[in-house]
């Protein structure tokens, strides 16, 4: 069980630092110690299904976003996995129209590459 403990805690991790929160800001969202966060992040505390629901509100993810293993992922994997988190980051605060608009950059920066 302690691998989907150290996998839950390091999304925790990579998450919060996609939404350039501190341990001490997550740890204030969600009504936790942030010594109590740093913990969970390495894998150390077992948690209650009450704690990771606090987690999930206090980042705004779903919580299928936790189970996401990265730890077989190589580096090019694990390169892409830091910037899609940090795409849903930038895309959870825009509005359908700004989306719309951010699609199409992408699309054009994407073709630049091909």
Do not use: C, W
Request: proline content about 1%; hydrophobic content about 40%.
């Amino acid at each position: 069980m302690t691998n989907l403990r150290n996998s839950v805690g390091d999304r925790i991790r990579a998450i919060r630092k996609a939404k350039g929160l501190t341990q001490q800001q997550l740890a204030e969202l969600s009504n936790l110690d942030d010594a109590y966060i740093g913990s969970l992040e390495r894998g150390e505390r077992n948690f209650s299904i009450d704690t990771l629901e606090k987690i999930v509100a206090a980042l705004n993810i779903q919580p299928v976003e936790l189970f996401q293993n990265q730890t077989d992922l190589n580096e090019a994997e694990a390169a892409q996995r830091t910037a899609i988190d940090e795409y849903a980051v930038a895309v959870s605060e825009l509005s359908v129209k700004q989306i719309d608009k951010m699609k199409r950059i992408v699309k054009e920066v994407r073709g630049a590459f091909e």
